[in-house]
Protein backbone atom coordinates (compact mmCIF):
# COMPACT_ATOMS: atom_id res chain seq x y z
CA UNK A 1 0.00 0.00 0.00
CA UNK A 2 2.65 2.13 1.00
CA UNK A 3 4.26 2.05 -2.76
CA UNK A 4 1.02 2.80 -4.04
CA UNK A 5 0.46 5.62 -1.91
CA UNK A 6 4.70 6.77 -2.65
CA UNK A 7 3.59 6.56 -6.33
CA UNK A 8 0.61 8.57 -6.19
CA UNK A 9 2.70 11.50 -4.38
CA UNK A 10 5.74 11.08 -6.83
CA UNK A 11 3.06 11.88 -9.52
CA UNK A 12 1.20 14.51 -7.82
CA UNK A 13 4.11 15.87 -7.35
CA UNK A 14 5.70 15.87 -10.48
CA UNK A 15 2.18 17.23 -12.21
CA UNK A 16 2.22 20.34 -9.61
CA UNK A 17 5.80 20.98 -10.36
CA UNK A 18 5.18 21.12 -13.94
CA UNK A 19 1.53 22.91 -13.74
CA UNK A 20 2.98 25.18 -11.18
CA UNK A 21 4.54 27.48 -14.00
CA UNK A 22 1.57 28.12 -15.95
CA UNK A 23 -1.21 27.86 -13.53
CA UNK A 24 -0.20 27.71 -10.12
CA UNK A 25 -3.76 28.02 -8.52
CA UNK A 26 -4.38 24.66 -9.95
CA UNK A 27 -0.62 23.53 -8.79
CA UNK A 28 -1.84 24.05 -5.21
CA UNK A 29 -5.23 22.12 -6.07
CA UNK A 30 -3.46 19.14 -7.08
CA UNK A 31 -1.24 19.04 -4.17
CA UNK A 32 -4.58 19.23 -2.01
CA UNK A 33 -6.58 16.53 -3.78
CA UNK A 34 -3.27 14.00 -3.88
CA UNK A 35 -3.16 14.75 0.60
CA UNK A 36 -6.88 14.47 0.66
CA UNK A 37 -6.52 11.19 -1.50
CA UNK A 38 -3.78 9.83 0.88
CA UNK A 39 -5.32 9.89 4.01
CA UNK A 40 -8.62 8.85 2.81
CA UNK A 41 -6.71 5.49 1.41
CA UNK A 42 -5.63 5.24 5.05
CA UNK A 43 -8.78 5.92 6.86
CA UNK A 44 -9.76 2.54 6.76
CA UNK A 45 -6.52 1.42 8.84
CA UNK A 46 -7.61 3.78 11.44
CA UNK A 47 -10.43 1.84 11.71
CA UNK A 48 -8.80 -1.25 13.18
CA UNK A 49 -6.46 1.12 14.97
CA UNK A 50 -9.20 2.46 16.86
CA UNK A 51 -11.06 -0.73 17.76
CA UNK A 52 -8.03 -1.95 19.13
CA UNK A 53 -7.33 0.91 21.21
CA UNK A 54 -10.97 0.73 22.86
CA UNK A 55 -10.82 -3.40 23.35
CA UNK A 56 -7.62 -2.58 25.63
CA UNK A 57 -9.36 0.29 26.91
CA UNK A 58 -11.96 -1.81 28.67
CA UNK A 59 -9.45 -5.19 29.34
CA UNK A 60 -7.38 -2.09 31.54
CA UNK A 61 -10.34 -0.25 33.05
CA UNK A 62 -9.73 2.87 31.20
CA UNK A 63 -12.61 5.55 30.82
CA UNK A 64 -13.55 6.24 27.51
CA UNK A 65 -13.98 9.73 28.20
CA UNK A 66 -9.91 9.88 28.56
CA UNK A 67 -9.59 8.00 25.26
CA UNK A 68 -12.03 10.44 23.88
CA UNK A 69 -9.72 13.14 24.57
CA UNK A 70 -6.98 11.48 23.09
CA UNK A 71 -8.88 10.99 19.58
CA UNK A 72 -9.62 14.39 19.40
CA UNK A 73 -6.34 15.41 20.23
CA UNK A 74 -4.92 12.78 17.49
CA UNK A 75 -7.43 14.30 14.99
CA UNK A 76 -6.35 17.94 15.60
CA UNK A 77 -3.12 17.27 15.22
CA UNK A 78 -3.23 15.58 12.00
CA UNK A 79 -5.64 18.21 10.45
CA UNK A 80 -3.50 20.97 11.81
CA UNK A 81 -0.40 19.58 10.21
CA UNK A 82 -2.58 18.73 7.12
CA UNK A 83 -3.63 22.50 6.98
CA UNK A 84 -0.68 23.96 7.64
CA UNK A 85 1.50 22.36 5.22
CA UNK A 86 -1.26 23.78 2.98
CA UNK A 87 -0.49 26.71 3.79
CA UNK A 88 3.47 26.35 3.50
CA UNK A 89 2.94 25.01 0.17
CA UNK A 90 0.96 28.62 -1.06
CA UNK A 91 3.82 30.67 1.03
CA UNK A 92 1.72 31.57 3.58
CA UNK A 93 4.08 30.43 6.07
CA UNK A 94 2.46 32.84 9.04
CA UNK A 95 -0.33 31.35 8.46
CA UNK A 96 0.69 27.74 8.93
CA UNK A 97 2.63 28.44 11.74
CA UNK A 98 -0.69 30.32 13.23
CA UNK A 99 -2.71 27.24 12.22
CA UNK A 100 -0.05 25.37 14.21
CA UNK A 101 -0.17 27.06 17.74
CA UNK A 102 -3.86 26.92 17.27
CA UNK A 103 -4.03 23.59 17.41
CA UNK A 104 -1.82 23.24 20.55
CA UNK A 105 -4.16 25.80 22.50
CA UNK A 106 -6.91 23.66 21.42
CA UNK A 107 -5.01 20.20 22.46
CA UNK A 108 -3.66 22.09 25.93
CA UNK A 109 -7.84 22.56 26.33
CA UNK A 110 -8.82 19.45 25.68
CA UNK A 111 -6.11 17.60 27.65
CA UNK A 112 -5.89 20.00 30.45
CA UNK A 113 -8.66 18.17 32.28
CA UNK A 114 -7.11 14.82 32.29
CA UNK A 115 -3.79 16.51 33.89
CA UNK A 116 -5.71 17.97 36.55
CA UNK A 117 -7.62 14.67 37.31
CA UNK A 118 -3.94 13.21 37.16
CA UNK A 119 -2.62 15.44 39.86
CA UNK A 120 -5.50 15.24 41.91
CA UNK A 121 -5.27 11.23 41.83
CA UNK A 122 -1.05 11.61 42.65
CA UNK A 123 -2.08 13.88 45.33
CA UNK A 124 -4.38 11.44 46.92
CA UNK A 125 -1.91 8.54 46.38
CA UNK A 126 0.70 11.08 48.42
CA UNK A 127 -1.07 12.55 51.34
CA UNK A 128 -2.44 8.49 51.78
CA UNK A 129 0.98 7.60 52.79
Known sequence: MIFKLSALAL???TLAVI???TRPEISL???????????????EQL????TEILSAAERYGLQR?????????IGIAYVAQF???????????????KVELSAR????????????????????LLEAQ
Open 11 to 13: IAA
Open 19 to 21: VRG
Open 29 to 43: QIGIAAGLLILLAVV
Open 47 to 50: TGIV
Open 65 to 73: QYLGAVFKV
Open 83 to 97: AAQACRDCGEGGIAA
Open 105 to 124: IIMLAITLPIVLSLLDTVSA
